[in-house]
T-cell receptor
Framework: DAGVIQSPRHEVTEMGQEVTLRCKPI?????LFWYRQTMMRGLELLIY????????DSGMPEDRFSAKMPNASFSTLKIQPSEPRDSAVYFC???????????????FGPGTRLTVT | QQPVQSPQAVILREGEDAVINCSSS?????VHWYRQKHGEAPIFLMI?????EQKGHDKISASFNEKKQQSSLYLTASQLSYSGTYFC?????????????FGQGTRLTINP
């Protein structure tokens, strides 16, 4: 069974360019999470979706960041325009939530290492 | 609010035991433990929900205190494969299901 799939695995771009990160959650999972990991700030939740609907985007740093989940098997995280401080590893994770307040483990993808020069 | 993990780093010889702590200033709804090896994704270890709960598998176990403000991860008779950074992810009551705030991590190095 394939796990969470992320692409690209590495991205190097110049400041000001648009960056799009992609994620395919585990089949059957209905919750999807975008995290950012840096040495300084650790692992931070940016946004999460439940049944394709954004539930909490309070972790999105600013308007330059946007995320979409057009269907149950695909999500994107877009940064436009990108800045050097956006350099980080971006993880996508998915889980299955049957009822609100039920707790299920999150499965992380391999991550996308983003470098903005 | 980010939970506080201690210690920040620990170095052990194979076969020794380790304890990693995760503390919050507020009562928690749940605590999730993950291990991450360098350059890889975090891997789920276990979830604790109830005050006073203890659970574990193999030689890795965890506890959640009665007040639900502290959790500890226990690694006994450590193996080389246990090396990595351990994170606790915490959910604060009322913040929304599955919204986890992670600690800064504890780097565990196991030497032969």
């Amino acid at each position: 069974d394939a796990g969470v799939i992320q692409s690209p695995r590495h991205e190097v771009t110049e400041m000001g360019q648009e960056v799009t990160l992609r994620c395919k959650p585990i089949s059957g999972h209905n919750s999807l999470f975008w995290y950012r990991q840096t040495m300084m700030r650790g692992l931070e939740l940016l946004i999460y979706f439940n049944n394709n609907v954004p539930i909490d985007d309070s972790g999105m740093p600013e308007d330059r960041f946007s995320a979409k989940m057009p269907n149950a098997s695909f999500s994107t995280l877009k940064i436009q325009p990108s800045e050097p401080r956006d350099s980080a590893v971006y993880f996508c994770a998915s889980s299955f939530m049957l009822r609100d307040r039920e707790i299920y483990e999150q499965y992380f993808g391999p991550g996308t290492r983003l470098t903005v020069t | 609010q980010q939970p506080v993990q201690s210690p920040q780093a620990v170095i052990l010889r194979e076969g020794e035991d380790a304890v990693i702590n995760c503390s919050s200033s507020k009562a928690l709804y749940s605590v999730h433990w993950y291990r991450q090896k360098h350059g890889e994704a975090p891997i789920f270890l276990m979830i604790l929900l109830k005050g006073g709960e203890q659970k574990g598998h193999d030689k890795i176990s965890a506890s959640f205190n009665e007040k639900k403000q502290q959790s500890s991860l226990y690694l006994t008779a450590s193996q080389l494969s246990y090396s990595g950074t351990y994170f606790c992810g915490t959910e604060i009551n009322g913040q929304g299901a599955q919204k986890l705030v992670f600690g800064q991590g504890t780097r565990l190095t196991i030497n032969p």
